[in-house]
């Protein structure tokens, strides 16, 4: 689906996340979300924090799994996808502090391994993701499921892309400040999902977005995986679909 702008195509996103909330509340379950970060969530998330505030839409029966962090990685480091989402969503909305799982980047390595099969294994106790928010990198990652990853990999930890590191490193302020690792989600992960939406804004993902949605389905491209699922959504503005 393809908006004229940003803001618009994220108001549509949070109205279907606000419903798909308050349709969980009336039948008394929990409504589990799938989260990620990057910019292109961060209207969304804004959204959101606006319908909290001035609608009273409640996040009490919300669940929600984070895709990913980098690794190694401390919660006060405001590079932290774990500080990101509490400035970006939930420092600002009524979610019950218990209810929120990130991966986290201080487990030591000897834990590492268990720790992310625990993760796996909490989203499926949850009964799986109901809604799954994603993000693209330039390489195609969704999560930080990096060209190579398998159509079954789970929870685990994986070692970035170049590119992915390049683009972060404005705001590590510099390259070697890029962690070399990360704890992600893995595409059977973020394919359990009962729904999926992908947002990408702006002409520097337009490449991608063609590869993603007309390419061949290939481990090259980690996000071509979804053409797979049944219930994805790509909600896009009008560079991000330019070479479509
Ligand atoms: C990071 C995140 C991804 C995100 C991507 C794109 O690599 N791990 O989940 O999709 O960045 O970020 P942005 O939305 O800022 O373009």
Known sequence: ???????????????EIADLIISKKTKGKLCVLGLATGSSPVKVYEELVRMHKEEGLSFKNVVTFNLDEYYPMTKENIQSYYYFMHQHLFDHIDILPENINIPDGTVSVDDLHQYCIDYENAID??????????GIG?????????PGSHFNSETRSII??????FDAAPSFLGIENVPKKAITMGIKTVRKAKRIILLAWGQNKSSIIKSTIEGEISSKVP????????STTFILDIEAASEL
Not at 138 to 146: C, K, V
Not at 223 to 230: D, I, K, S
């Open 160 to 165: 970035l892309d170049s590119i992915t590191r």
């Open 125 to 134: 106790q949850k009964g799986g993701i109901d809604l799954q928010l994603l």
């Open 223 to 230: 996000a071509t995986y979804l053409q797979r699922h049944n």
């Open 138 to 146: 330039r390489t195609g990652h969704i999560g930080f499921n990096e």
């Open 1 to 15: 689906v393809i908006f004229s702008n940003s803001k618009e195509g994220s108001i549509k996103v949070a109205r």
